[in-house]
């Protein structure tokens, strides 16, 4: 890292001069002390340190300087013999004074001024240096406990970063003792890791000159901060990427999402976040292609299917069954490779499985086909919502089964109540009347995760049951419990994480699932055994989300840490890393073509990210604060469905708006036009919005949005067939729990 | 500098028992405490979050203290928010508190068992329907949202800055419309403007008519004006409800209303719910025009007759009738929101005639048959004491000619009842042929289910009714006087049945019994039956009128008991229409035959009812006639009521001028053939020499209810 960095050559004779006074001695200053400065550095302290009493001290060493600068060797070593018995009267001099605090606040100041001025080209590029200055430099200065002068700083700057950086803001905000900050997290994240952030050459040849220029102390403070908590690269600057010039220019006007800076250092895509350039420079191989289905399974649906089509023959202009089955589920020559059968074993197929299978076939050939937008215009979708009443807020998480007969809600009274969504029995109370709803007790604190097994609509004449058979929950009580929904009984509680788990998914096929909680572990688990199979560990802080690549191989945690993580199922390696977000993520959604992957978080806005290049594709910006509770896809991955806290369900176009007739394909490798795109209709958009000064800007991207009447949206789901399902509480304005 | 005092730090210290702390112990310990609280913030914020929630509750915290390891508080588990009470110390110290009342257990341990709280449970409606909200109560409205700050507008992108702005402008697609909303308060042009003042001004320009006319087709006509209508209609509910003395310009804005209708190129349902209140005002307006009772003091009113006001009600309701065929699909309700505030000034008679005027009119024209069949048939008599008093021309002449306007009203809101049973018209013939295949099966039909002492198969039908008919009627008169059924006799003058002289109640009535006949007069067999049994069993007389009418049928009567005789036809003897018996009253329903009034079927008539008057004086009769012409026409022509309080209304269509003159009373109406030959009827029709002997008391009749 430091071999990045020039070293000052200016600092050796100054800090020599300061002697003992200095600030802080650092390892630089100390290692070049001996380096030989130009004679302008002499000059230097005696303009800096003017007020100080030219002493008897101050001389000598000037006149060691020049005799050992000259090569008088001999007449350096007799003065420097003589004047250390003179030095004895000077003892009070030469003893550590009493210093002050480190001028952060004068120094930081000169800094943001600087930034402010400088250069149109270098202005965003080190504007961005503003935020890992002002975090350290407040760490260092309740670290030397002068606690007084770190709230004056704090106070002073720590407006301008309100608005990005409000979460870590609040969460460093009370960290005012040393000690506090081995118990704050982010502090000691900050603290064990250096702020990576990349930057161009010439800027950082434009920074150095200005460190350079400073006060010898002030500039120590700077330096100091680079070197032992920041991993600076220097890039290139190139005409393509997000180092192009515009690129870069654009990116200063607002305060756009930045994938490539932070804690942990991140480098675009990659799940190593190591400061140490030569390492993790290749990102891992992904295999995001259709899982192969199992051939006996394969011959079945085939078998089944055909019988189908002789049934009820295709309609003219219809693809029969079978082709749409030969589209869906066979590998086309284009696709990607998927994960091989073997990595992951699964269970034998039963009539069941290929059941399901035909089912999804034929509502994949019957469903709405949705185009993305066509020559301006999105698609209409159509939305069902449900709307809860009576819950006074105490739903803590929704889910739907995937065949839309059940849908379970999880409350803050431990238990989780499911109903049939057409009012139908599902089965009989204790008095043995029929009723349309279960409650299922056996969590002993709020339930935060839930999942039904995958399951798909049972036809008429259909014999295999294709009903949701499981239940999955997760709660702040530390377990996670399979419910069966037949027997309404909890049949296995899977032990093993430590505090809350905050999130549980099964596996699009079943017998997996993953959990996520506040151990900052994810977990993956085989329903039919009691302890984790895998352990996905890295994050920073709780894993808030976990989500399933549609082909299995893959899971996604989400967390605190604002990160979101990717890994590889079958050897639990983590694949892919993306940052960006500026607050908690709140919701997590892989696309059904297993190539993007979607984010919201707690201010509203959702990021979208190509998986194989592993970077951002495009911000999608709309919804009010408040936090998207939820995220779904369509069937063909071109559209992205959100729901939030500030009740409303929008409808993304994912495919970015076609310009110049070409439309760019997310998910086929990093395209820099495509980045290049979605950052300008980005910036465009949050541009004019500034302008007009008006509450939250709506990305260009949003096809539609519906209100919602006082009901927050915590679940949506995009059918097989494209329909939207929703469900939400309605929340009158003053209800009384 | 903390938030967190060191008073406090200090007064905690105190309650431990440390009585002296040093100062950078205190302000270290605040900084602390307020770290150590921000911690269990930051943990409980995640709770709210994956509980989904936007609010903080105490049970977050609980949690996240038990998540840090420490006891939660006990007792704060409750969302109500908590009460702080203060309290003094000192000058200036005031030292705050949580209030926490003391509970009499014994008390609270009787006290009944709080409300259970409603259970939880979910609705399930659609939200958007192929990117389109459907106008439901479940989905906030537009309006309901503006004031809340979430209009649709801020949740769509800003088309103005869209990158593919050009594509959408391209897009010649419907559906664009809805995802770029253009800003009306923002962009309405210069041209438009001046459009708008050009045309209000040419349109209530009182000199020029074509400039008025020219005015008018522009908006008829032209395209582009959408943008305008929002301040159209702001323009006419603003004008109309300023300028409710001025008939002419009320009169304008209803035009004005109806040429926005009328042009094609402009959607006005939204603005439905917004246009429908002006024109309700012109139709039912208490006092429209300068009214009766100010001095005409300019040169215009001079000369304008106080009964003006009516074809401005007149207008409004054809613009009505309009809208409400227009938009009423697009417009959740409104036809029924309309009905209903007709009906609540038809009921109030404490409004002028003109406002009933324009109620009555009002009916017709939203609701057709239906609405003027439950809502004016069967309020009318009641209304006839509103009416008595101006009718008699005691109130003035304008009085008298304003209720003369509504009675005229009242008849054409009926014709429409008789245009609604066209379908069931008789006369015609092809309908007559198509109805007689259905007859017999009908009939048997009809007579198996409603004679149940029949065999319900093998029956000789025709046999039936020659051979077993004595049979029978002893079965039914046997079976009635058991178990005391309701008999009703069916039959007609001149014994050939016709599709529409079976005249069956909609509704199967249980324990009904039906004679059927073919002739009531002409049936030895009936007679005998009527001799024996009718006078006791009989409650309910059906007969289609034909070529004998009168005398026959009172001879029947005469000695009969049954509550009702329902008679039906015309005077050419082809049947009748069904004329539906009303479930309310007693009512004797004739619908007398269509003949010159000097003709001796008339005197027949007039003696049937001399007979029913003489006869029924101890009831309370009604007595409605609604005759047809053909097909068409039906005029009630008679409305009063006897010495009894028992009102009559009588419709008769006639060639010519008739006047129907009964005991004590005189009608008068206009008809006649216009040069095609067409048969035609004039409204305004004159009641004359109606005495009537009593004024009309409110608080009698409908108004009771």
Redesign the interface.
Known sequence: MSANIPPPSPAGPRSASVGPNGALPTPTSTAVVNGVGPAAGTAAPAATNSNAPLSQQNLNQIVIDYLSKKGYTRSEAVLRAESSNQAIPNDVDSRPKETGPPKYLDAYTRFEQWTKDALEIYKPEVQRLLWPFFVYSFLDLVDQLY??EA?TFWNKFQEQFRQVHEHDL??L?????PE?QE??GLAKTYRENRYRLPITNASFQYLMQFLEALPVPWYKLFIQIIERQMDIRQVARAGDDNFSFEAILRRGKEDQVVEDEGIPGHRPGNAISSTDPSVGNTLAALRLGKLPMEKELEEDVREDLTDLDLETPALPGESSLLETHEKVNIKQEDDEDGPNRTDIPYPVSTARDVAMEVQKIRENRDRLKLEG?????????????????????H???MEFSSDNSL?A?GT?MSYI?V?S?EGTQIGVDDAGQPVNSKRLIGHS??V?GLSFAPSSVQPPGQEAETKPQWLLSSS?DGTIRLWNLTLWQCLVIYKGHV??V?DVKFSPLGTYFVSGG?DKTARLWITSKASARRFFVGHDD?V?LVAWHPNTAYVFTAS?DKTVRMWSVSNGAPVRMFTGHNS?I?ALACSRNGKLLASGD?TGNILLWDLAPGKLLKQLR?HGK??I?SLSWGVESTVLVSGG?D?????WDVNL???EGSTVKPGDGGKPEGAA?AT??VA??A???KK?G??P?????????????KT?V?YVGVTNMNL?I??GSFLPENF?? | MTLWGSDTVRDVAESVGIQTLNKDVTSALCRDVEFRMSLVLEQAIKFMRHSQRTVLWSSDIAQALRVLDVEPLYGYESTRPLRYGEASIGPGQPLFYVEDEEMDFEKLINAPLPKVPREMSFTAHWLALEGVQPTIPQNPSSTSTSTDNRTTDSLLPKTGTAPNQTLAAMADHPASSSTTKPLVKHILSKELQLYFDKVTSSILDPAQPEYRAAGLASLREDPGLHQLIPYFVQFIAEKVTHNIRDLFTLTQMMHLVEALTRNEKLNLSPYVASIVPPVLTCLTGRNLGPGSNSAPTSAAASNASPLDHFDLRDLAASLLKHLCTKYGKFAHGLKARLARSCLKTFLDPRKTLGAHYGAILGFGAVGGAEVVRNLVLLNVKEYEEVLRGPLSGAEGDIKKAEADKVVSAIMRVLQILVEDDIPMMNGHAAADEAAKDLVGTRFERRMRDDVMDLPKEGIDFDAFLNDQREEVFRAIAASAAQSGSVVNVQGCMDGVFRANDILWPKEKHEGHRWVHVKSVSGDPLLGDFFDEFGRRIIHNIYVANRTKFGTELSAIVEGLEATRIYVTGDHQGNGSNVLRPLPSSPLLYINPPNIPMDSPRVRRLRDLLEWLHGMRQDEKLSVYCVATRGVTIAVVYGLWEDQKGRSVIFSHPSPSRVQLIMPEHKVMIHQWQDDDGIWRWRSDLELNDLSIPEAPVPGRGLWEL
């Open positions: 606690t007084r709230r609040r969460r905000e009370h960290t005012m003792l506090h118990e704050n937008r066509t020559g301006g215009v999105g698609p209409g979708l159509s939305c069902v919502i449900y709307t809860f009443h009576n819950t006074k807020d739903i803590t998480c849908v809600a803050d109540r109903w969504m604190g709020p935060h702040a505090g809350p905050w506040m709780d808030d605190c908690p709140t707690d709309g408040g936090g509770w806290a009740q409303t369900v929008r409808v708006p076609a310009k795109a300008a209709s465009a958009q541009g004019a919005a007009k008006k509450g800007s709506v990305s260009a991207d949003q096809i539609s949005a519906f209100l919602t009447k927050p915590q939207i929703a469900g009384v729990s």
